[in-house]
Each structure stands twice: as C-alpha cells, then as structure tokens.
C-alpha cells in the first residue's frame, strides 16, 4: 500500500508547528518556559504548573519500545496488504512522561521486546503530509 492512501493527521492549532518541523524532518518538543518540563502531544497549557508560555526544543529522536500491537484485522480496504501492520508505542528518551506513537518500519514484529531502542524516521507521504516513523537501533 502507499502512504498516500493513509488517514491524514488532523491538525490543530496547538500541533501545527510540530507537524511542520516534521514535515522538514525534524523532531520537535515543546519546553514549558515556567518550569522546563517537556511535552508531547503538543498543548496550550503545561500540566505541571499551567503555565502558558513554552518554546520549541529538538528532540534525540530516539526511545525505546514501551508497548506494540501487531494488527491482523483490515480496518482500511486501503491498507489491506499491509497487514499485518505494527504500531508501536515509544517511550522518548528526552523525558519518562513522553509517549509518541507510530508503525514499525524495516523490521519484523519479531523482534519487538520491551525497551527495545528505536529511532524515529520519516516517511514523506506527498507534498503536505510526513509522518513519524520507528525503527529498531
């Protein structure tokens, strides 16, 4: 299947500038100015001290596997002969609170295991869409 046949992310106001770093093939996070902790997804307010005011850092891009699924069912007619299709739940190695989705690529479910280190890459899916993928390290 080609990526262009995937769901699109839906943007919003608070992860527009994320999606644009990524569409240049950066990884950013953003920095709360009040007290520095870093965050993903993307929000107007920080959760530790609601402080409204943050910057946008890069991030390491790397992590390491904090849970999968390996899906067998055909959601998307589109995506048929994917399947079957592993997304992986990653743990960031910038901050313990930070948990960033997305599909395994040039690997085999097989060697998926609990704190596997990965890193992220990026597949340009046209002109307006990169999405975020991972990879074993």
Avoid at 33 to 48: I, L
Avoid at 66 to 83: G, R, T
Avoid at 93 to 117: E, I, Q, T
Avoid at 118 to 132: I, N, S
């Amino acid at each position: 299947m080609s990526l262009r046949q995937r769901p699109r992310p839906q943007i919003d106001r608070d992860s527009a500038p994320w999606w644009e770093a990524v569409r240049r093939h950066e990884l950013l996070l953003q920095r709360c100015a009040g007290c520095g902790t870093p965050r993903f997804p993307p929000r107007a307010v920080c959760n530790r001290c609601r402080s409204l005011e943050y910057a946008w850092t890069p991030a390491t891009g790397t992590g390491r596997v904090y849970s999968w699924i390996v899906n067998h069912q055909v959601f998307m007619p589109s995506m048929a002969d994917e399947v079957p299709f592993t997304v992986l739940l990653v743990r960031l190695d910038d901050g313990d609170d930070l948990l960033m989705y997305g599909n395994l690529v040039d690997a085999a479910p097989d060697v998926l295991r609990p704190g596997l280190p990965v890193e992220a890459v990026f597949a340009d899916v046209d002109d307006e869409t990169t999405l975020v993928q991972w990879r074993p390290r």
